[in-house]
């Protein structure tokens, strides 16, 4: 079975950082490009980031270009998204999304 699991949310104060992590099984995780996504409370699912099968090339939306960073580790079946300089607007369920959507994370961002 496809299998996506995140982990590493929780609740930060505002300008913290928080590292997620997804492990991804059941697939050939190499052959795929990934993507990091959100769903705020109350709001739509947003595109956060997107890196490629093998990571040379990353993209990220502008509300979180230049805090963010998104990585991986095809060895070890892993996606990850660094999260610096976090703000309040940040909170949601993160997800990660690449042949399938996976199991969210909560992030909250708050004093």
């Known amino acids: 079975d496809v299998q996506l699991q995140a982990s590493g949310g929780g609740l930060v104060q505002p300008g913290g950082s928080l590292r997620l992590s997804c492990a991804a099984s059941?697939?050939?995780?190499?052959?795929?490009?990934m993507n990091w996504i959100r769903q705020a409370p109350g709001k739509g699912v947003e595109w956060v980031s997107r890196?490629?099968?093998?990571?040379?090339?990353?993209n990220y939306a502008d509300s979180v270009k230049g805090r963010f960073t998104i990585s991986r580790d095809n060895a070890k079946n892993t996606l990850y998204l660094q999260m610096d300089s976090l703000k309040p607007e940040d909170t949601a369920v993160y997800y990660c999304?690449?042949?399938?959507r996976g199991q969210g994370t909560q992030v909250t961002v708050s004093s």
């Open positions: 999304d690449g042949p399938m």
């Open positions: 059941g697939f050939t995780f190499s052959d795929y490009a």
């Open positions: 890196i490629n099968f093998d990571g040379t090339r990353t």
